[in-house]
């Protein structure tokens, strides 16, 4: 059974840079689209942007400009780097997995709860 | 880009039907397929409906899918409606190289 487990700092200050970690468990981190995906609190879901075959990047061109996923395929792990940070970007980030470009996702971690401060 | 958008909240009796909206903005509803999520309080989202109308083992089949290319929309719809249904529900589509989420539903169950 896949497992994703997202990690990082719960809080971080206003114009620095938020850095999460996603572990993948249960199978290889290989042939997917791992994906990153926010909730601000009380309100809908936002895709943030994926990576495939450990190089391929796509970004919601909403954050393109501050956003970056890389993975480390030794460790099994994906993360997310979001800079600038404004109290907008305090949300609930998700890790997800798709099986391909258009599919769902049907694997996700429990969620982190990132907050800024000023 | 695109957006898609569903009503605020629906709410039902226990027994009774939902049908939840979710009408893409530009471009065909049909050029991509749509996925329907269930959020609880607390929880990530999972899966109900993937590829238009496609239910993963261990959803009911009390939740089904349609697209209706005339009114350019997805629909899911909860029938026999349990209290555990009680939720926020989703929408989700992509194009070009951009994943859309629907505005979210509320379902109350009476």
């Known amino acids: 059974q896949v497992q994703l487990q997202e990690s990082g700092p719960g809080l971080v200050k206003s114009s620095e840079t938020l850095s999460l970690t996603c572990t993948v468990s249960?199978?290889?981190?290989?042939?997917?689209?791992w994906t990153w995906i926010r909730q601000p609190p009380g309100k809908g879901l936002e895709w943030i942007g994926y990576?495939?075959?450990?190089?391929?990047?796509s970004y919601n061109p909403s954050l393109k400009s501050r956003v970056t996923i890389s993975v480390d395929t030794s460790k099994n792990q994906f993360s997310l780097k979001v800079s600038s940070l404004t109290a907008a970007d305090t949300a609930v980030y998700y890790c997800a997995r798709g099986q391909w470009l258009r599919s769902h996702f049907d694997y996700w971690g429990q969620g982190a709860l990132v907050t800024v401060s000023s | 880009n695109f957006m898609l958008t569903q009503p605020h909240s629906v709410s039902e009796s226990p027994g009774m039907t939902v049908t939840i909206s979710c009408t893409r903005s530009?471009?065909?509803?049909?050029?991509?397929?749509v996925h329907w999520y269930q959020q609880r309080p607390g929880s990530a989202p999972t899966t109900v409906i993937f590829?238009?109308?496609?239910?993963p083992s261990g959803v009911p089949d009390r939740f089904s899918g349609s697209i209706d290319s005339s009114s350019n929309s997805a629909s899911l719809t909860i029938s026999g409606l349990k209290t555990e249904d009680e939720a926020d529900y989703y929408c989700q589509s992509y194009d070009s190289n951009n994943h859309v989420f629907g505005t979210g539903t509320k379902v109350t169950v009476l």
């Open positions: 530009s471009g065909y509803i049909a050029s991509n397929y």
């Open positions: 990576i495939y075959n450990s190089w391929s990047t």
């Open positions: 590829e238009d109308n496609q239910r």
């Open positions: 249960g199978g290889s981190i290989s042939s997917y689209f």
